[in-house]
């Protein structure tokens, strides 16, 4: 699939572009792999078109069952359960968070929250940091009042820093508060929504109404995690780059209700077994079937597609929707 990089707040990097072999561009920092999610407010900024013209979207609304298979659509229908993108951090992001499944049935008319996860494939600078969940609990005052004073570094001082290096992963549950710094290079998993909380709203949107997500603040703010991860960072953040197998699961159980990722090592041939899968090639180069595949390639296969070979000398991500009896009913 071609590059999809609707334009975001905050500016890029380069990597996206010497993974992929384009340009780069400022505000092109992300891009929806296989998406059929729109932007907040979007009637169909970020969807992904197919090589045929056709929309991801439509065509898997048209054939749930042969794109998603017969037990993912008897849960969810024509819906994917998952968005897949590349996201190259040119400058820090704020500090915000995602509202959980029950917060966005209650409040925004959606069967999805907004879990995500991060799979660091390259970074920049002397210090690549992430910053994932508070140090210590924080009142629910002290939030608003942070966020009413647009009081930046209380935020930041507040948050976890942990820095990252390729291989590392991160999970990032719904309502946790977080922010990824310039230079950090990752395939992010999530919840096929655009649902943000921006708590650091200044010097970053043009006002405070996107951040809240048309709730008002005292509403939005209900959905953050202000619990402290001080002491817990292990359950959310995991290296994986000693670990070589043909497939190496990248995130653990805590992840299936959501999604699944793993990296694959194919020096000469592995079995897909069939599913939705979302594929970015990272190294090397072979073939998906007959469809040759190189470094910088993204695909989406169809689980209609049934068992496909992954063949030659490379090294890919694939990502898949939840395991099916992990996920509560909606």
Same mark, same amino acid.
């Given at each position: 699939?071609?590059?999809?990089?609707?334009?975001?707040?905050?500016?890029?990097?380069?990597?996206?572009?010497?993974?992929?072999?384009?340009?780069?561009?400022?505000?092109?920092?992300?891009?929806?792999?296989?998406?059929?999610?729109?932007?907040?407010?979007?009637?169909?900024?970020?969807?992904?078109?197919?090589?045929?013209?056709?929309?991801?979207?439509?065509?898997?609304?048209?054939?749930?069952?042969?794109?998603?298979?017969?037990?993912?659509?008897?849960?969810?229908?024509?819906?994917?359960?998952?968005?897949?993108?590349?996201?190259?951090?040119?400058?820090?992001?704020?500090?915000?968070?995602?509202?959980?499944?029950?917060?966005?049935?209650?409040?925004?008319?959606?069967?999805?929250?907004?879990?995500?996860?991060?799979?660091?494939?390259?970074?920049?600078?002397?210090?690549?940091?992430?910053?994932?969940?508070?140090?210590?609990?924080?009142?629910?005052?002290?939030?608003?009042?942070?966020?009413?004073?647009?009081?930046?570094?209380?935020?930041?001082?507040?948050?976890?820093?942990?820095?990252?290096?390729?291989?590392?992963?991160?999970?990032?549950?719904?309502? @946790? #508060? $977080? /922010?990824? +710094? =310039?230079?950090?290079?990752?395939?992010? &998993?999530?919840?096929?929504?655009?649902?943000?909380?921006? *708590?650091?709203?200044?010097?970053?949107?043009?006002?405070?109404?996107?951040?809240?997500?048309?709730?008002?603040?005292?509403?939005?703010?209900?959905?953050?995690?202000?619990?402290?991860?001080?002491?817990?960072?292990?359950?959310?953040?995991?290296?994986?780059?000693?670990?070589?197998?043909?497939?190496?699961?990248?995130?653990?159980?805590?992840?299936?209700?959501?999604?699944?990722?793993?990296?694959?090592?194919?020096?000469?041939?592995?079995?897909?077994?069939?599913?939705?899968?979302?594929?970015?090639?990272?190294?090397?180069?072979?073939?998906?079937?007959?469809?040759?595949?190189?470094?910088?390639?993204?695909?989406? @296969? #169809? $689980? /209609?597609? +049934? =068992?496909?070979?992954?063949?030659?000398? &490379?090294?890919?991500?694939?990502?898949?929707?939840?395991? *099916?009896?992990?996920?509560?009913?909606?």
């Amino acid at each position: 699939m071609p590059a999809n990089q609707p334009k975001q707040f905050y500016r890029g990097g380069e990597a996206i572009a010497a993974l992929r072999g384009g340009t780069s561009g400022d505000f092109g920092p992300e891009d929806w792999v296989a998406s059929t999610t729109t932007l907040f407010g979007r009637s169909d900024a970020g969807l992904t078109t197919l090589p045929n013209g056709v929309l991801l979207r439509d065509a898997v609304q048209a054939d749930p069952t042969g794109w998603l298979g017969a037990d993912h659509a008897a849960k969810f229908g024509g819906d994917t359960a998952l968005l897949v993108k590349l996201l190259d951090a040119g400058q820090r992001l704020p500090v915000h968070c995602h509202p959980s499944n029950a917060f966005a049935s209650s409040h925004l008319n959606c069967r999805h929250g907004k879990t995500e996860a991060w799979i660091v494939v390259g970074t920049t600078g002397p210090n690549p940091t992430v910053y994932i969940g508070f140090r210590d609990d924080v009142p629910a005052d002290t939030v608003s009042d942070w966020v009413a004073t647009q009081d930046t570094k209380a935020m930041l001082d507040a948050l976890n820093p942990v820095c990252v290096r390729p291989g590392d992963t991160v999970f990032v549950p719904a309502g @946790v #508060p $977080h /922010a990824i +710094g =310039e230079g950090v290079f990752i395939v992010e &998993l999530q919840q096929p929504t655009d649902f943000s909380v921006t *708590l650091e709203w200044e010097g970053f949107l043009a006002n405070d109404d996107i951040g809240h997500l048309g709730l008002g603040y005292d509403v939005a703010l209900g959905c953050v995690d202000r619990q402290g991860w001080g002491g817990r960072l292990d359950q959310l953040v995991r290296q994986t780059s000693e670990k070589w197998a043909p497939s190496v699961d990248l995130l653990g159980p805590d992840a299936n209700p959501f999604f699944q990722a793993d990296r694959l090592h194919v020096e000469g041939s592995f079995a897909l077994e069939p599913s939705f899968a979302v594929l970015v090639v990272l190294e090397g180069s072979g073939k998906l079937g007959e469809l040759e595949v190189h470094k910088g390639s993204t695909l989406v @296969v #169809p $689980h /209609a597609a +049934g =068992e496909l070979g992954l063949t030659g000398d &490379l090294v890919a991500i694939r990502c898949r929707p939840p395991v *099916l009896s992990t996920v509560e009913d909606a």
